[in-house]
């Protein structure tokens, strides 16, 4: 099965070493990148604004294409996280937490370069998983049923109501009130409408991007309209800046390993998104860190875990999506398609 395995991986890139599918890659990475900064587009509207034009092409590059925009947005989605304090893609909601803080504290550059190097080293175990433990990990997703899907999401909304800083209440009603507003909209088994209030535009839910941009861009912009305090020394930021330091990735390897593992067994799910994913990163590193009550002041384990953790859900995605045809979550859908 090895043998197999390899040769069908050495045919694989050489396939994906051609001129033109490596061109369509690096334009898939790019484009996934200057969307995913934007606020409300992830990695799902980036796909479905270029999902026209596959129709046109050839499986191979147009597969290669989708998913980099599908990587490049990961990356992207974080730049705005870190630095402006907007999740531009929901998983990136965690990031917010202790990246913002770091940017305030000037280390900014330090939190996408721990970034880079998280994304890069969880996609490459990624990669690996998927080429020699995939029939045992679609062996162990068809173990899993309902119950155990809703146990899993079950864990990550209280891992994101109980993270917090402050009351432990007001962040259970957050996740409260974020499932009353993912309820909004048309019923898929009856087609009724729930809690849209007899209005059209409510029929498929309410719009992220005015969500994101409402509960952190407005917010964030009134909070700060008349403030002169510089944030950070974000507007020279150079490319040595983003080197951290060996303390520092000292720090942030333990979670990169422990983020890559959450994300290598939750990504042969189907069902289970990489935000679930990320906050359960995230209560893990709280939970064996020695100094817990600093998270959400800019720890940086709390970038590295979910962010290695995502990165890694999102390359073992595809196993369930190539070898069942069962897609992990609606990138994969499109992906599929």
Known sequence: MI???LHDLWFGFGVAFQGSNLLWSFFGVLVGNLIGVLPGMGALQAISILLPLTYVMHPVPAILMLAGIFYGSQY???????LMN?????????TCLDGYPMTKQGKGGVALGVT?????????????????????LVQIAFKFGPTEIFSIMMLGLLAGSTMSRGSAL????????????????????SGSFRFAFDLPELSDGLELVAISMGLFGVADFLLNVNRMKSIGDTGTLKLSDMRPSKE???????AMIRGTIVGTIFGAMPGTGPTITTFIAYALERKVSKTPAAFGTGMIEG???????????TQVDFIPTMSLGIPGDAVMALILG
């Open 116 to 136: 880079m190097i998280s994304s890069f080293f969880a996609a490459s175990v990624g990669i690996v998983v998927m080429i020699f433990a995939s029939p045992l």
């Open 303 to 313: 970038v590295a875990g979910p962010e290695a953790s995502a990165h890694s859900k």
């Open 76 to 82: 992207g989605g974080a730049i705005g996280a870190i």
């Open 248 to 254: 520092e990735l000292k720090r942030a390897f333990p």
């Open 3 to 5: 043998g197999q395995s």
């Open 86 to 94: 907007m999740p531009s893609h929901p998983p990136h909601a965690v």
């Open 170 to 189: 007001k962040g259970v009603a957050m996740t409260v009130f974020g499932l009353l507003c993912g309820v909004v909209g048309t019923d898929v088994n």
